[in-house]
């Protein structure tokens, strides 16, 4: 192969022992394309990016017809047979894509971003359920919305990505010794993450929908490498609706942090966001806060407002937070539900979904919540259909 290299005069700039010497050698800026054993021991998405950011494209080469595949998925750009003709030809092909060097680009494997384009009919959605600090009811949002919209007739996945370790493998009584999610991520970084693969290490909630658990601990979230949960999330939407539970950290995009990377790939991977924030002064000064945050790190993503545990002893109106709500974003609609803490204690304490457990106030709306996320039903929501409301509410929470 090296003679063929050298006879096409592609200079072969090191021949590297190992995945850490290749990804050294890549910050020589020196190397345009890595190519690379389909077996090479380490060669995980994580490394595909590291040279990517080096402008480094990286070609596998192996005899097994099917590697290309798995390399594909680790965001290896073409895989070709060991034979010198074939490799100097690929080599020339992989040099000149420039637009594998941006892992936000046309390609989009690596990330699982781009879910809109050229999507199969059969793909879900993602929906990211995030909401700022102080336990606006994230997670209960979630595990309802995965609910509702199991109860609807739709497959639906659930992911508990909680940097903070996850929680909702206890909400629901489901015992799980592994961390799917680590199972997953796990997966996901070796380029061996499937539909089937996924499916093994969901656990079924009740018949109804499926559940990536979490975190065991938060410490543990650096095993969540970056853009896995992208990869994560993508494969997971092929067939399903995807609920995923987020943490609240959207700090500095920028130099992002473990805890807030996990976020910031969830919401990257959403098709929509939906935010949550509480009724009470505290909470929806928060929510406007975070609005305006997650306008900063996730731009023109569509969104729309939960605003829970809401109830007449506040003494303001839908009208009046749907009024203020609209100061700080453009929601795709803004919807309440009510404080239940009956309802929520009963199923905290038996630890099921609400639906398994009759009706209740809080069941009914979210399940309204998630007739309004059916693509093929109207957008917005009633309150959120309304004209806008007085702005007086935003001016007492400014004050
Ligand atoms: N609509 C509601 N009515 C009554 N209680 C609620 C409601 N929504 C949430 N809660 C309660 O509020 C608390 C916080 O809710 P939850 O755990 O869903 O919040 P979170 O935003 O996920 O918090 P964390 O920061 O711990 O992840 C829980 O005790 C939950 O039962
Ligand atoms: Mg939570």
Redesign the pocket.
């Known amino acids: 192969m090296l003679q063929a290299l050298g006879e096409a005069r592609i200079v072969v700039t090191k021949r590297c022992v190992d995945v850490p010497d290749l990804m050294a050698s890549a910050a020589s800026g020196a190397a345009a394309v890595a190519v690379v054993s389909g077996d090479l021991p380490r060669l995980d998405a994580e490394a595909v990016m590291h040279l990517l950011r080096y402008d480094v494209r990286t070609l596998g080469v192996s005899a097994d017809p099917s590697a290309g595949e798995r390399l594909a998925r680790l965001g290896v750009v073409e895989t070709t047979a060991p034979d010198p003709a074939a490799v100097v030809a690929a080599v020339l092909r992989v040099a000149a894509r420039d637009v594998v060097a941006d892992p936000d680009g046309d390609d989009g494997r690596a990330t699982g971003r781009h879910l809109d384009e050229g999507r199969p009919s059969a793909r879900g959605r993602v929906l990211a359920v995030w ?1 700022p ?9 979630a595990v309802g919305l995965a609910d509702a919209l199991a109860a609807a007739g739709r497959p639906v996945l659930l992911v508990d990505a ?1 940097p ?1 370790g996850g ?1 909702i493998a206890q909400q629901l009584g489901v015992l799980d010794e592994i961390s799917g999610l680590l199972a997953v991520a796990r997966m996901a970084n070796l380029g061996t993450l499937d539909g089937e693969a996924l499916a093994r290490a969901c656990r079924r909630v009740g018949d109804r929908f499926d559940l990536v658990t979490g975190l065991p601990r938060a410490d543990r979230r650096v095993e969540v490498r970056p853009d896995v949960l992208g990869t994560v999330l993508a494969t997971a939407a092929d067939g399903s609706d995807v609920v995923v ?1 987020c943490g ?1 950290c959207l700090e500095d995009p920028d130099v992002p942090l473990a805890r807030d990377r996990m976020t910031l790939d969830a919401l990257a991977a959403a098709d929509e966001v939906v935010v ?1 924030g509480t009724a009470e002064p505290a909470g929806l000064a928060r929510l406007a806060r975070g609005l305006v945050e997650l306008r900063d790190v996730a731009g023109g993503v569509p969104l729309r407002v939960v605003v ?2 809401m109830r007449p002893t506040l003494g303001w109106s839908e009208r009046d937070i749907v009024g203020m709500i609209e100061g700080y974003a453009r929601p795709l609609g803004v919807h309440f ?5 009956a ?3 009963r199923a ?1 304490v038996a630890g099921r979904a609400l639906s398994e457990l009759g009706e209740s106030h ?1 069941r009914a709306a979210l399940t309204e919540l998630a007739t309004a996320l059916d693509p093929s039903a109207p957008v917005l929501s009633r309150a959120a259909a309304r004209p806008a409301g007085r702005r007086g509410l935003r001016r007492r929470l400014a004050g």
């Open positions: 909401g600090a102080g336990s606006p009811g994230r997670t209960t949002v909680d903070y929680t539970d609240f949550v829970n545990r539900l009510p404080e239940d803490r309802a929520v204690d905290l809080l």
